[in-house]
């Protein structure tokens, strides 16, 4: 399936695996998916914002709603602690990803499974580009498969930020006939 993504597509997949890390995530969910939707400079992303959604506050509603943020580093470097510093000296002495917990994955730079909710959602992107008879998997599939899951994360985020659902699809559907 994934030689059917674009390259925009690709990155938004790789995006939400970085994602995942930098929120200490165990696995790539709905919500990494939809956050390196936003992050990324395209068409897709525009539509998105246009509907109300910015990568920082959706980041931190994910925060919010997970507590994955549980080590603040800005809160450790005002009192001194240089949090990346720490981590090369304890991964220097005991190995790396040392201080990754158990399900943590191998590592900073190690695989991260995705979630059986964004599986879908990767499967419904393929399905949201055959419908439109398109021969690849644009990243605006993508959007267009986390709004058909309807489930998650990024769902209830969407919800809580009172986005109507029927038209964003309406907006991405109409990006990905132009």
Do not use: W
């Not at 990155?11 to 992050?39: F, K, M, N």
């Amino acid at each position: 399936m994934f030689e059917r993504f674009t390259p925009e597509a690709r990155a938004v997949v790789v995006g939400a695996q970085q994602e995942a890390r930098t929120l200490h995530s165990p696995r790539i969910g709905t919500e990494h998916l939809l956050l390196a939707l936003l992050r990324r400079s395209t068409p897709s992303a525009v539509v998105l914002a246009r509907h109300g959604l910015a990568a920082d506050e959706v980041a931190a509603d994910v925060v919010r709603l997970t507590g994955s943020d549980d080590l603040d580093a800005d809160a450790l470097t005002s009192v001194g602690i240089d949090l990346d510093a720490v981590r090369s000296s304890v991964e220097a002495a005991f190995g790396p990803g040392a201080l990754d917990g158990p399900g943590r994955g191998s590592g900073r730079s190690g695989h991260i499974p995705f979630t059986p909710r964004a599986k879908k959602v990767l499967e419904l992107s393929l399905r949201e580009a055959l419908a439109m008879k398109s021969r690849s998997i644009a990243d605006g599939h993508i959007a267009l498969g986390l709004i058909r899951e309807g489930e998650g994360l990024a769902m209830k985020i969407l919800h809580d930020r009172g986005l109507d659902p029927v038209s964003l699809r309406q907006d991405l559907g109409l990006l990905l006939n132009s």
